[in-house]
Structures are given as structure tokens and as C-alpha cells.
């Protein structure tokens, strides 16, 4: 049976690469712009291009039975008819919470007739990494918002899920919210990652216009933006925290506090 990773130098689909390696896929192809940069395993077929250009895409899923499916909303719908046209028979997408900016994937998806199974995770643990340079500089960081509250999922527990749910026919048809084990504030989280450092790490709110200029000097005008409106409209709906992880692989899913153990070494 051969899988197609597609986002195969991203955080998430290189990743899904190894977890389908470790669980013993044999047949394994991964869609990627720089495979040099992306570091594949030896086995592991490479298929050069991107979803910009189509015609590169379709020559990926030569033979493909199984799909992983990277978000890039605006190329969803193309490339899943091309998968339907190629004779996949299941497509694994990730997305995000439903009616958010990433619908368009599971739309498109769905809308190519393949079986597929949707993962939905919300925030990635990884974007704690925006306040690394501040606590690299000392103890206090600058940020907004301290009271959002969420359950922040780490990439390595996202991949995880993909590479069992491509290696079974249980989930076709099914939507599954992945979070880490526990909501947190983003107070919480600054907490933790101290605690992870063995410091005690001083939180400073920002608001307003000094909110706004912080996260574009960090994050770049665009996305800065889009970041800080995003947890505009999540105050005062806090994120519950699901079990799903621990019930699709057996095991708990990574703590925050974990999860900055393990990349202290980018805070230090």
C-alpha cells in the first residue's frame, strides 16, 4: 500500500513520515519542495514539487492508495479531485477547528467523494516559541491576551495520529479535535515553560496599539495581525481539552511542560 505525505519538510509532515516508518510502512512517498532540506530516511520515495503547480502533484499520486493531506486551503479542492481521479482511497487532512480558515480543506475534501478522515487540531505547543528570544534575553515576557485559554497539541502527537489513522480502514468519515491533555492560559504556558527551565519567569501584559506593534515586530505585519485577532475573538471562550489523543494512540497526549522540556534548549 503506498501513502503519499504531502508538506513533507513541514513541521507536521515530516513527522508523519517517520511515524508511518516506525509503525512499519514499507511503501512510502513524500511530496516535498527541497527534499535536501526535508532529510528523508533512506526508503522513503521522493516526489519533487508543490501544490502551486498541479501537474506535480498529479505525478505524485501515481499508485497512491493513501493520503496525507497538508492544509493549503487554496489548492484543497484541486488536489483532492486529482486524488479521486488518481483512485485514492482515503485521504487524511489536517485543518483546524470547524468554520475557521482552514475549511476550505475539509470542504474540499469532501466535496472530491474519497473516504476521508479530518484532524482538527487547534493550537500547536510550538507557538510558544514566540516568546524564546524574550526568555533568552531574561525573565519577563511581553504578551497579550494572558487569560485565553486553550489546549495546545504538539506536532509530534498530531503526526502520530495521522500515521495510525493512514494505516487503518476504522476512520473513514470521521472528524477528530486533537488538543494536548490540559487547557491553559497563555499566563499558564509561560509558567510552565519556567518551570521547565527551573525559572521563574515573569509575565507583562501588553494591550492595544503596544500589543499590535509587539506581535508584527515578532511575527511580521500579516501574521502578527492575524495572531493577535485571533486571540482577540478567543477571549472568554476557553478551549476545552479532549481525550482523543489518548484514545486513537494509547497513551496520554504530551504535556505542555513536556513539550518545553524537550525544546529547552531554544528558550536557553
Known amino acids: 500500500m503506498k501513502i503519499l505525505v504531502t508538506g513533507a519538510t513541514g513541521n507536521v509532515g515530516r513527522l508523519v513520515v517517520d511515524e508511518l516508518l516506525a509503525l512499519g510502512a514499507t511503501d512510502v512517498r513524500a511530496f516535498t519542495v527541497d527534499p535536501v532540506r526535508a532529510a528523508l530516511p533512506a526508503g522513503v520515495e521522493v516526489a519533487r514539487g508543490h501544490f502551486g503547480r498541479l501537474s506535480s502533484v498529479a505525478d505524485a499520486l501515481t499508485d497512491v492508495e493513501k ?20 483512485g485514492v482511497r482515503h485521504i487524511v487532512d489536517m485543518s483546524g477547528p470547524k468554520g475557521a480558515h482552514w475549511q476550505a480543506v475539509e470542504d474540499g475534501v469532501e466535496a472530491s467523494g474519497v473516504p476521508f478522515t479530518h484532524l482538527e487540531p487547534g493550537e500547536f505547543t510550538s507557538n510558544g516559541l514566540l516568546w524564546a528570544a524574550q526568555i533568552r534575553a531574561g525573565d519577563v515576557v511581553r504578551d497579550a491576551y494572558p487569560e485565553v485559554v486553550n489546549a495546545p497539541i504538539a506536532q509530534e502527537d498530531i503526526a502520530a495520529v495521522a500515521a495510525r489513522v493512514l494505516l487503518s480502514d476504522l476512520h473513514a468519515g470521521k472528524s477528530y ?92
Not at 487554496?74 to 486529482?82: G, K, N, R, T, Y
Not at 515578532?218 to 495581525?225: L, P, Q
Request: no cysteine.
Open 67 to 86: 493520503l496525507y493531506l497538508a492544509p493549503h486551503p487554496a489548492s484543497a479542492s484541486a488536489v483532492a479531485e486529482l486524488a479521486a481521479d488518481s
Open 177 to 268: 479535535v486533537l488538543t494536548g491533555p490540559v487547557a491553559l492560559s497563555r499566563r499558564a504556558k509561560v509558567e510552565e515553560i519556567g518551570a521547565a527551565l527551573g525559572r521563574s519567569l515573569i509575565y507583562r501584559e501588553l494591550s492595544g496599539d503596544a500589543a499590535r506593534d509587539h506581535f508584527r515586530a515578532v511575527m511580521g505585519e500579516a501574521a502578527g495581525d492575524w495572531y493577535l485577532d485571533g486571540l482577540a475573538q478567543s477571549a472568554g471562550y476557553p478551549q476545552q481539552a479532549t481525550s482523543t489523543v489518548n484514545e486513537l494512540l494509547g497513551r496520554p497526549a504530551m504535556s505542555y511542560r513536556e513539550w518545553a522540556s524537550r525544546h529547552a534548549d531554544q528558550f536557553r
